[in-house]
């Protein structure tokens, strides 16, 4: 009997190309890049033709002119005679500030709400569920604007208080919530390097102090786990933490001579000076952003600790563990694997909608150089490319870091 | 029986004692708020910190609400007959309610064609969201996008008809020639519904009158709640078949078609909805032919469509790869071909696993539909910051405008959320 698994010895027919599974993803393949060429050509001849009629040309060279326009909230110097180029870092810089910030602020709230989604309190938990419902069913872009009305309609203006009888009081004597934004004092060094306030340097040797102060603390923790291993006593280590943490930046505050640069109503007639002032557009899209999202990780962070099975609870208080060790030590390392991957998702997500600062005048990088950027000079595609080869980087850059702390988390099997 | 210890002992019970009912603070609504309430001095403390702050938001939202006025004509008439008390004034929903729903340049003359459409839509989606009405109610549901047009954009009735003729001609030929193969018969069926609508588009321009039934309304002349409606409608419908197709390429074993889905896929999702209706609004008009104006209305739908059938491949993307492998092998070694084992036994499983995903797409969709006011379509966040809050009447009123929109918003995408819920419960075959 011969086998049925020869291979047909016909001579090759065209029909084969379809019919024959050896060669029909070969001509799927090329039938499929036709039309992308095709697709691709016809695109770019459009293009090219529109350009043509309108007579424009492609090209970059409007980064170097002057923007001409200004900036309220900038993070370095910049005015309106300085390039577009500039103003779209200015953009990116903010665009990078306030996404930080809200995915700081979003984590505390979705966690502290996905906690007590869970607490024993019935109140608690129903409370605790409407805010997920009421803000994960609402436009963002809502929220931003409810906020941002908040900011500039409830809030009084800066007038009220200057003067020597003001009409309202500062919060506790420093902060003044006015309908332009929140003015806080800020901190400066009097005898650091440089002497002045502009001095980046000082700030560089605080954040070295810090990053000092973390790896102390990191070593601290190993040693006494390494006493611990040898020995089965664990030393006290908390106060030394906190010294560690405390007494280089004070000795250093000392040093450099901190001090304080508080919101002024004296100084001038119609507007607080000094102080730092955050901007109304920031605060309202900083504080929806965090709101909004943190309702969508209030639920991811309920579905991880839900993840862990009960059994894991039980067993650990089978060995004797306190209820609330049993938290820290069983239940919450293990939930922590199923709540960052959709956490990495909620960062990326705050990011992207931190582009609608466009709705309420903040100067992001959508606002500069897609909004007013493109306005002025009218190079439409630059600058839309420009945006979203920034969001496109900023977003794989944040999926691969984050994908590295996730590897990192994982579960060692062997 | 009973008098069987008589002798040794004094008292023998002869019948059970009646069930007393459990100590006041052992059961009902005291044992539920011992238990739920005021289980520890910490829980306590949270329960009253609770009811403070719950008493704080209806202490000031609910007088403002219920002393709310509905008629006047204005922000200062509202103003005078409150002389500062605080109390809402809702008369913009009522002298602004058609704005805020149908726009402000849709002739009022016109406003029952899209009510019709609305009422018609739930008429339309009751078959596919509830299978037990008959399947024959699906041909209303393949009529509607057609009839919705007609109403909402009006013209000539041909153009629809010919765009159904074209469906339908194509969908006959395809059930015809896929008897025999899947590819001539999805090839067969776009040859003719092109060839139709091509003979169809000679047709209009010989015999549409210019006096149609229904008045023409332009795109741009759309706006308020209907738009967002229609666009998150419109989007959602188109993006899924979208969706699946680029979740079948990104699955293929052919490199060429995988990597056209792969990067389709992560650079729509790598970049925020904004910079596509940037897109949209001023880049995508270089790419048509230089004689054609497709209008911004199409555009964005464009944009959308893409945008949400990105998200939603990576959703269906994951129901098929928590399908067992043993299904696919399963349609292999029955015979079937890729078409019909996708067709018979993958796809109806995975989508039933995406289908919660796919709702959360689908809401999350409808609310960014708010955001083509950024690109100053008057949707009805743009009426709202636009031509309400800009008029000297209502200046000022923006509680209840927002308000207005964040609850209507609210009650449909919970609605939503409410069916997924409902309908997952219903799919859900595994025995636990």
Same mark, same amino acid.
Request: aromatic share 12%; glycine share 8%; charged share 10%.
């Given at each position: 009997?011969?086998?049925l698994t020869?291979?047909?010895?016909g001579?090759?027919r065209?029909s084969?190309l379809l019919?024959d599974?050896?060669y029909?993803s ?6 499929a890049a036709?039309?992308l060429a095709t697709?691709l050509f016809?695109?770019y001849?459009?293009?090219a $033709? ?7 040309n492609?090209s970059?060279?409007?980064?170097g002119? !002057?923007?001409g326009?200004?900036i309220?909230?900038t ?7 300085s ?9 990116i810089l903010?665009?990078?500030l306030v996404a930080?910030?809200?995915?700081v602020?979003?984590?505390?709230f979705?966690?502290?709400a996905g906690v007590l989604?869970?607490s024993n309190?019935w109140l608690?938990r ?9 803000f994960?069913?609402i436009?963002v872009?809502?929220?931003?604007? =409810?906020?941002? %009305?908040?900011? %500039?309609a409830v809030?009084p203006g ?6 020597d009888?003001?009409e ?7 902060? &003044? ?13 009097t005898s650091?390097?440089?002497?002045? *306030?502009g001095s980046?340097?000082?700030?560089l =040797?605080?954040l070295a ?5 973390f ?5 601290i923790?190993h040693?006494?786990?390494?006493k611990q291993e040898a020995?089965g ?5 908390g106060?030394?933490n906190?010294?560690?943490w405390?007494v280089?930046l ?12 508080l919101?002024?109503?004296?100084a001038n007639r119609f507007?607080?000076r000094?102080?730092l002032q955050i901007?109304a557009p920031?605060?309202a ?5 965090s709101i909004?999202?943190?309702?969508? =990780?209030? *639920?991811n ?12 609870? #039980? $067993?650990?208080s089978a060995l004797g563990?306190?209820p609330r060790?049993?938290m ?6 293990q939930a ?7 956490l ?6 705050i990011?992207k909608n931190?582009s609608?600062?466009i ?6 990088? %959508?606002?500069?150089l ?5 306005n ?5 595609? *630059?600058?839309v490319l420009?945006?979203?080869?920034f969001y496109? @980087?900023?977003?794989l850059v944040?999926?691969a870091?984050?994908?590295?702390y ?6 060692k099997?062997r | 029986?009973?008098d ?8 023998v019970? *002869?019948?059970?004692i009646?069930p007393?009912?459990?100590?006041v603070n052992?059961?009902?609504p ?5 238990d739920n309430?005021? &289980?520890t ?9 609770a009811?403070y702050?719950?008493?704080l938001i209806?202490?000031s939202?609910?007088p403002?609400?219920?002393g709310g006025?509905?008629t ?7 103003r005078?007959i409150l002389?500062?008390k605080?109390a809402?004034?809702f008369?913009?929903? !009522?002298e602004?309610?058609?704005?805020l729903?149908f726009g402000?340049?849709?002739p009022?003359e016109?406003?029952? /064609?899209?009510?019709i &459409?609305?009422v018609?839509?739930?008429i339309?989606?009751a078959?596919?969201?509830f ?6 109610l699906?041909i209303l ?9 007609w ?9 629809p ?6 469906? @339908?001609g194509g969908?006959v030929v395809y059930?015809k020639l896929?008897?025999?193969n ?6 067969g ?6 060839v ?7 047709i209009?321009g010989?015999?549409a ?10 795109s ?5 709640f209907m ?8 989007? @959602?419908?188109?993006?899924i078949?979208?969706?699946i ?7 293929? !074993? ?6 056209i889905?792969?990067?389709?896929i ?5 970049v925020?909805? =904004? ?7 001023v880049?995508?008009a270089?790419f048509f032919?230089?004689e054609?104006?497709v209008d911004?209305?199409? /555009?964005v739908?464009?944009m959308?469509t893409m945008? !949400?059938s990105?998200y939603?491949a #990576?959703?269906?993307?994951g129901?098929l790869?928590?399908?067992p ?7 292999d070694s029955?015979g079937?071909d890729?078409?019909?084992?996708m067709?018979l036994i993958?796809?109806?499983?995975a ?12 809401v999350g969709l ?5 955001l ?7 949707d ?5 910051r ?5 008029s000297t009447d209502w200046?000022?009123?923006?509680w #209840?405008?927002l308000g207005? $929109? ?7 995408c ?9 309908l997952e419960?219903?799919?859900?075959t595994?025995?636990?």
């Amino acid at each position: 009997m011969s086998t049925l698994t020869d291979p047909p010895t016909g001579s090759f027919r065209l029909s084969m190309l379809l019919n024959d599974t050896r060669y029909r993803s070969m001509t799927l393949q090329v039938i499929a890049a036709i039309v992308l060429a095709t697709l691709l050509f016809y695109l770019y001849s459009n293009l090219a $033709a529109n350009l043509r009629a309108a007579g424009l040309n492609i090209s970059f060279d409007f980064l170097g002119s !002057s923007a001409g326009y200004d900036i309220n909230q900038t993070l370095i110097e910049y005015d309106s005679q300085s390039s577009n180029l500039r103003a779209a870092v200015v953009g990116i810089l903010n665009t990078l500030l306030v996404a930080v910030l809200a995915c700081v602020t979003a984590t505390v709230f979705g966690v502290i709400a996905g906690v007590l989604r869970l607490s024993n309190n019935w109140l608690v938990r129903k409370l605790m569920a409407a805010y997920v419902e009421i803000f994960r069913n609402i436009p963002v872009l809502i929220w931003i604007i =409810i906020i941002f %009305t908040i900011m %500039t309609a409830v809030l009084p203006g800066a007038r009220a208080y200057l003067g020597d009888d003001p009409e309202r009081d500062m919060l506790g004597g420093v902060i &003044a919530l006015t309908n332009r934004g929140i003015y806080v004092p800020s901190p400066f060094f009097t005898s650091g390097f440089g002497g002045g *306030e502009g001095s980046g340097l000082n700030w560089l =040797i605080v954040l070295a102090v810090l990053a000092g102060s973390f790896f102390a603390t990191r070593f601290i923790t190993h040693s006494a786990d390494a006493k611990q291993e040898a020995t089965g006593v664990r030393p006290k280590t908390g106060l030394l933490n906190l010294a560690v943490w405390f007494v280089p930046l004070v000795v250093l505050a000392l040093v450099l001579g901190l001090s304080w640069d508080l919101p002024d109503p004296l100084a001038n007639r119609f507007n607080l000076r000094g102080g730092l002032q955050i901007g109304a557009p920031l605060i309202a899209l900083w504080f929806a952003l965090s709101i909004y999202t943190g309702a969508f =990780i209030a *639920e991811n962070v309920r579905a991880g600790i839900q993840a862990v099975s009960k059994g894991q609870t #039980e $067993a650990a208080s089978a060995l004797g563990i306190r209820p609330r060790r049993v938290m820290s030590l069983v239940v919450l390392p293990q939930a922590l694997r199923v709540i960052i991957p959709p956490l990495i998702s909620q960062y990326l997500n705050i990011t992207k909608n931190s582009s609608l600062a466009i709705a309420v005048g903040y100067a992001d990088i %959508t606002a500069t150089l897609g909004g007013i950027t493109l306005n002025q000079t009218g190079r439409a595609i *630059e600058c839309v490319l420009l945006l979203m080869l920034f969001y496109l @980087v900023i977003s794989l850059v944040i999926s691969a870091v984050m994908n590295v702390y996730n590897s990192s988390m994982k579960l060692k099997e062997r | 029986m009973s008098d069987t210890h008589a002798q040794s002992v004094a008292y023998v019970r *002869e019948t059970a004692i009646p069930p007393a009912p459990a100590p006041v603070n052992a059961a009902g609504p005291v044992k539920w708020m011992r238990d739920n309430l005021f &289980a520890t001095w910490a829980n306590a403390l949270l329960t009253v910190a609770a009811l403070y702050v719950l008493y704080l938001i209806l202490a000031s939202t609910l007088p403002w609400i219920f002393g709310g006025l509905w008629t006047t004509s204005s922000l200062a008439e509202c103003r005078e007959i409150l002389q500062g008390k605080s109390a809402a004034c809702f008369s913009v929903l !009522s002298e602004r309610w058609n704005q805020l729903l149908f726009g402000f340049k849709y002739p009022s003359e016109l406003y029952w /064609r899209p009510g019709i &459409a609305f009422v018609l839509l739930f008429i339309a989606f009751a078959p596919v969201l509830f299978f037990d009405l008959p399947r024959k109610l699906l041909i209303l549901t393949a009529l509607y996008p057609f009839v919705a047009y007609w109403l909402i954009w009006g013209g000539s009735i041909l153009i629809p008809i010919m765009a159904l003729a074209g469906f @339908v001609g194509g969908y006959v030929v395809y059930s015809k020639l896929v008897t025999r193969n899947f590819a001539a018969g999805f090839f067969g069926g776009i040859a003719a519904a092109a060839v139709i609508w091509i003979i169809g588009d000679y047709i209009v321009g010989a015999l549409a009158s210019d006096t149609p039934w229904l008045t023409p309304v332009p795109s741009r002349d759309l706006g308020g709640f209907m738009l967002n409606l229609m666009l998150g409608v419109t989007c @959602v419908s188109l993006s899924i078949p979208l969706g699946i197709a680029l979740a079948l390429g990104r699955q293929s !074993s052919m490199p060429l078609i995988k990597w056209i889905c792969v990067v389709f896929i992560e650079f729509i999702r790598g970049v925020p909805l =904004i910079t596509l209706l940037f897109v949209a609004s001023v880049m995508l008009a270089y790419f048509f032919p230089p004689e054609a104006t497709v209008d911004l209305f199409l /555009r964005v739908v464009i944009m959308i469509t893409m945008f !949400s059938s990105a998200y939603i491949a #990576e959703v269906i993307r994951g129901g098929l790869a928590a399908l067992p492998k043993g299904q696919y092998e399963a349609g292999d070694s029955l015979g079937l071909d890729y078409a019909q084992s996708m067709r018979l036994i993958i796809l109806p499983q995975a989508l039933k696993i995406s289908i919660p995903g796919i709702v959360n797409i689908a809401v999350g969709l409808f609310k960014d539909t708010t955001l083509v006011s950024v690109i100053s379509m008057f949707d009805l966040v743009g009426m709202i910051r636009g031509p309400i809050l800009a008029s000297t009447d209502w200046n000022g009123v923006y509680w #209840e405008l927002l308000g207005f $929109a964040a609850l209507l918003f609210f009650v449909v995408c919970y609605g939503i959320s409410q069916y997924s819920q409902w309908l997952e419960r219903r799919l859900a075959t595994d025995h636990r």
